[in-house]
């Protein structure tokens, strides 16, 4: 079965680059129709789709964070990172890393999940 696990600071300054890495096992980011994506959930807020890389390398982006995020990866360590600049405290949030199965159109693997909290 597919784990990802998120890893990244849990405290970021407003201001500064919050920076989260996924960690992919038993199965690889560049299984064909896979996408992998960067989720969130801010306290008392529903998902947010921030954005996915795919399979070939191709990167999405919600129009809404497109200006000051970045999805990139490493296929030999099997991992992808997002990076979201310039943080206010609105950005404080549950993030998530996932994998979605373009055939079905269904996320099938989630990771636990990271609090980061933006403050001073």
């Known amino acids: 079965q597919v784990q990802l696990q998120e890893s990244g600071p849990d405290l970021v300054k407003p201001s500064q680059t919050l920076s989260l890495t996924c960690t992919v096992s038993s199965g690889s980011i560049t299984t064909t129709y896979y996408f992998w994506a960067w989720i969130r959930q801010p306290p008392g807020k529903g998902l947010e789709w921030m954005g996915a890389?795919?399979?070939?390398?191709?990167?999405y982006y919600s129009p809404s964070l497109k200006s000051h995020t970045s999805i990139s990866r490493d296929t030999s360590k099997n991992q992808f990172s997002l990076q979201l600049s310039s943080v206010t405290p609105e950005d404080t949030a549950v993030y998530y890393c996932?994998?979605?199965?373009?055939?079905?159109?269904?996320?099938?693997?989630w990771g636990q999940g990271t609090q980061v909290t933006v403050s001073s």
């Open positions: 890389i795919k399979y070939d390398g191709s990167t």
């Open positions: 996932a994998s979605y199965f373009s055939q079905t159109a269904t996320y099938d693997y």
